[in-house]
């Protein structure tokens, strides 16, 4: 699995207009469903606030990765999203967020294996300060899709 199989162009918004944490993983799971990865927006809320109540998903450098595992995911997915504007968020470093991606990963058997592949897939990516600068700069979604496969 690389970063190329699972981000789709469909699931990236680059004019998110969230103000909270709470409007921008509403607008992403709504990108999810119309795209047809989750089965409903409620109980997929439900498993992303739950794993939230654990810890601070806002990894840093204006970077946030929400995730959980769902039932009511149908297939694994991510919804990227990038604001103008910072977003309070609680991170590892005290800034607020302007790139959200949210993690659709499904609670069968290999989920757990599969959300732990993701992350780290992820993490690697955005652990460069370029690659970030560049998906955070983006105009459009091939540009996220660009800077985050490369």
Known sequence: MEV?????????KTDMKAK??????????????????????EGFLTDIYAREAMGQTGIGNYIAIPHGNSDSVKKIGVAIGITQEEIPWETLDGKGVK??????????????????????????????DEVI??????????????????
């Not at 790139?99 to 955005?126: C, M, P, W, Y």
């Not at 600068?133 to 490369?150: F, G, I, R, S």
């Open 4 to 12: 190329k199989d699972i981000v789709d162009l469909k699931t990236i």
């Open 20 to 41: 909270s944490k709470e409007e921008a993983i509403q607008e992403l799971a709504e990108v999810l469903l119309q795209n047809d990865y989750i089965t409903n927006v």
């Open 99 to 128: 790139g959200i991606i949210l993690f659709a990963v499904g609670k069968e058997n290999d989920g757990a294996q599969t959300h732990l592949k993701l992350l780290s897939l992820f993490a690697r990516k955005l652990g460069n």
């Open 133 to 150: 600068d560049e998906m955070l700069q983006a105009k459009n979604a091939a540009d996220v899709q660009e800077a985050l496969c490369k």
